[in-house]
């Protein structure tokens, strides 16, 4: 008998198994649920987009508050910087769409921000299914740009969902301890910036809608995104 009789077997079975992993795994699912797919036509907007060929570039990508940061090129100096966010994107949309939207660039470093995942709703995740979501991002984005250094901006707290803290602090603190053990991860803290005396968030940092930073929210977020990149990636400046 020859050998691919003999294995033919042990070979199907592992393809039978290869497919039922895949079948199984988050991407597959996200990528039949409506709510992910509904994101469609905004993601092809922003692949119409120039794309960067400056391996300086600080590619930033997330949800709405990277995409109403209108000022982010003059905030941002001197980096040379470049954003891709779609509004209302949780991790789950995210990790779906995050290669299409940050494989075609050139860049030196990557910088994320989502939080829609923990905002009171039925279709809220738990924090590690979060914190798991965030992981799975991390490989999508390595498989293009293995060793380029990613900065997660950690979950602001905000008016609007400072009820639901406690937990948005666990996935907050799980990042936090893994970039501390992830090469090339790194986790930029701001909440300290966003808090007052009293422990609840500055409204003075916020739009109207309680939610969202305005200029002066976005100038904190920026010096300490760029003390950040000027710790862990000088060449860029």
């Not at 992993?21 to 905004?42: I, N, T």
């Not at 509004?87 to 789950?92: F, L, R, T």
Request: aromatic share 12%; hydrophobic share 40%.
């Amino acid at each position: 008998m020859s050998g691919w009789k003999k294995n033919k077997p042990g070979l199907l079975l592992v393809f039978v198994l290869a497919l039922i992993a895949v079948s199984c795994s988050p991407l597959h699912k996200l990528g039949k649920d409506p709510k992910v797919l509904a994101y469609e036509q905004e993601i092809q907007n922003l692949e119409a987009l120039p794309v960067s060929d400056d391996p300086k570039t600080v590619l930033f990508a997330g949800s709405s508050s990277v995409r109403l940061w209108s000022d982010i090129e003059t905030n941002m100096q001197p980096f040379k910087v470049m954003a891709r966010g779609f509004g209302g994107a949780n991790m789950g949309d995210f990790a779906f769409y995050s290669r299409r939207l940050i494989d075609p660039n050139q860049c030196g470093a990557i910088v994320l921000f989502v939080a829609n995942d923990i905002i009171g709703i039925k279709y809220d995740k738990d924090p590690y299914d979060v914190f798991h979501l965030i992981k799975i991002t991390l490989k999508q984005i390595r498989h293009k740009h293995p060793d380029t250094p990613v900065f997660w901006i950690e979950i602001t707290p905000t008016p609007l969902r400072f009820r639901f803290w406690n937990k948005i602090s666990i996935v907050n603190q799980l990042v936090k301890e893994y970039s501390e053990k992830t090469d090339n991860f790194h986790f930029i803290p701001t909440s300290q910036h966003f808090l007052g005396e009293n422990g609840q968030p500055n409204v003075d940092y916020f739009l109207d809608d309680k939610l969202h930073l305005n200029q002066a929210g976005y100038s904190i977020w920026a010096d300490c995104i760029k003390n950040a990149l000027e710790t862990y990636a000088p060449e860029l400046k």
